[in-house]
């Protein structure tokens, strides 16, 4: 008898324990990401099933107990390696709360940087996982019975056990060449005013290529197209306000999306729920 599939349900939640992260309790059957990116640390516990994703240009399945950690403003994919979906418990954590957790470990550290391969450290999933129950029971559970004080200290023991045992120094970089140079001013033209229209033939004139030249630049230093890079850029702009209570048609029409409808098919694309869910 075949296992019983997954469904597709998030719930994404804080924790005032964590300023400004997010959090969230998922399970997917043939819900598919698209390429997107997350301004904070994406650290995914993956609790039964499989998931496969494409990152760094190669193709990774991140199967259960393993922690496929993603460094902040990286492309990534997600969908299914496996017929019955994935279930798993994410934290997206703040770069400011992770280097300060890294300077306590070391005062000479920088900015913590993971290599692409998945971490498969059983004690590390645990810890994991447990602090992240932990933090999702504050929000469930009576004020009174719950215990924040257990809640932070599992999940400093967590983020300190990763940062200790898998975080390296972030690589050096090399001195900006002429084509970094001009993906900048591209993403540059690209972020200025979203809701402005920006043609192809536009932003090739900004960096003197022709639009063939200027797509395939773009696309290759950054992962995704000009129009999607800009889609998901306005997505994650858009996050504070809906945070804040402002409606989704206004966000998607600050934003730069041409009606509600077209803002919530790519946030659903990016989040896995809709952006009425997310808030």
Not at 16 to 28: C, G, N, Q
Not at 111 to 117: E, I, K, L, Q, R
Request: net charge positive.
């Amino acid at each position: 008898m075949s296992a019983p599939r997954f469904r597709n349900a998030a719930r994404y939640w804080r924790s005032p324990l964590v300023p400004d992260a997010d959090m969230v309790t998922a399970e997917y059957y043939d819900h598919a990401f698209t390429p997107h990116w997350h301004d904070a640390y994406t650290v995914p516990v993956i609790e039964a099933g499989a998931e496969c994703y494409d990152y760094r240009g190669s193709r990774y399945v991140a199967d259960a107990g393993s922690v496929p950690v993603i460094n902040p403003g990286e492309v990534h994919t997600g969908a299914r390696a496996v017929d019955t979906g994935w279930r798993y418990r994410v934290f997206y954590l703040p770069v400011p709360f992770v280097e300060a957790l890294a300077r306590e470990l070391s005062p000479r550290a920088a900015s913590p940087w993971f290599a692409a391969y998945i971490i498969r450290d059983d004690d590390l999933a645990r810890r994991l996982v447990t602090a992240h129950c932990a933090l999702e029971n504050l929000t469930r559970a009576d004020p009174l019975a719950a215990d924040p004080l257990a809640a932070e200290t599992a999940l400093l023991d967590a983020v300190t056990t990763l940062l200790a045992r898998h975080a390296l120094e972030r690589p050096s970089c090399a001195p900006p060449a002429a084509d970094a140079a001009r993906v900048a001013t591209m993403k540059a033209r690209l972020a200025d005013d979203l809701p402005e229209p920006v043609t192809l033939a536009e932003l090739a004139r900004t960096v003197g290529l022709s639009t063939f030249h200027a797509a395939r630049l773009f696309s290759r230093e950054t992962g995704l197209a000009p129009h999607a890079w800009r889609n998901q850029l306005r997505i994650a702009r858009a996050l504070p306000a809906l945070r804040a209570g402002a409606s989704i048609a206004h966000v998607a029409a600050a934003s730069g999306f041409t009606d509600q409808s077209h803002f919530t098919r790519h946030f659903k694309r990016a989040f896995g729920v809709a952006p009425g869910r997310w808030r």
